[in-house]
């Protein structure tokens, strides 16, 4: 099992702000420990434990240092954020079963918001073919600017959990988080790790 990083190596491996064709990256930043757990408020108990697992705020020890990062992108206000979680010992794969887990039977769930009750229904694509194991799914939910559609990209490589999240809204034109800038990240994990292998032996 690969050593976890610390905060300073998982801010260095972060993507570049600007990466990515007519992309905006905002530097990346440690997320503090308070609140880290925070739960989810979601109706369906198999749904709460998916998001809470694929935002890295699930129990576990030790807790993962967990860095986090905003892109936007050129004609497009939505926007797209980035969550890399470094857990110790066999964290990374008990966190991202909990993913799996969840996905298998959440169909459905309700949580509330300001001012209305959030809908969300869950479809779960095809998987990507990147890191040791990867999930992709959408949320939608119903809004007065129509369905808002948010894609999950989780990928678990060595110790580190990195989620991509993707929101659409209108339902016109729905768009995924550049696969190519994905594919950089998860890269640049496993060069990290493999660093980090290498001078630990």
């Known amino acids: ?20 064709p007519d992309s905006y990256g905002h530097p990346v930043a440690v997320r503090e420990s308070r609140g880290k757990n925070r739960k989810s408020e979601a109706s369906d108990p198999a749904c709460a434990r998916m998001l809470e697992a694929a935002d890295a705020r699930r129990p576990s020890r030790p807790s993962p240092v967990v860095a986090v990062q905003t892109f936007n992108w050129k004609d497009d206000a939505n926007g797209g954020n980035s969550t890399l979680a470094s857990y110790g010992n066999s964290g990374a794969v008990a966190v991202f079963a909990e993913v799996r887990e969840g996905l298998s039977t959440c169909r459905y769930f309700e949580s509330p918001g300001p001012g209305t009750t959030y809908e969300g229904t869950v479809t779960v694509g095809p998987a990507p073919q990147i890191g040791d194991e990867a999930v992709q799914f959408e949320i939608t939910a119903p809004s007065g600017t129509g369905p808002h559609v ?4 989780v990928v678990r490589t060595g110790s580190v959990i990195a989620t991509f999240t993707k929101l659409s809204v209108g339902g016109r034109d729905v768009r995924a988080f550049p696969p190519a800038m994905i594919a950089q990240q998860v890269s640049l994990l496993q060069q990290a790790q493999s660093r980090v292998k290498l001078e630990t032996t």
């Not at 690969?2 to 990466?19: C, F, I, N, W, Y």
């Not at 948010?150 to 990209?153: A, D, E, L, N, V």
Request: no cysteine; aromatic share 4%.
């Open 1 to 20: 099992m690969s050593r976890p990083l610390t905060a300073e190596q998982l801010v260095a491996t972060a993507l570049p702000t600007g990466e990515g």
């Open 150 to 153: 948010t894609q999950y990209t």
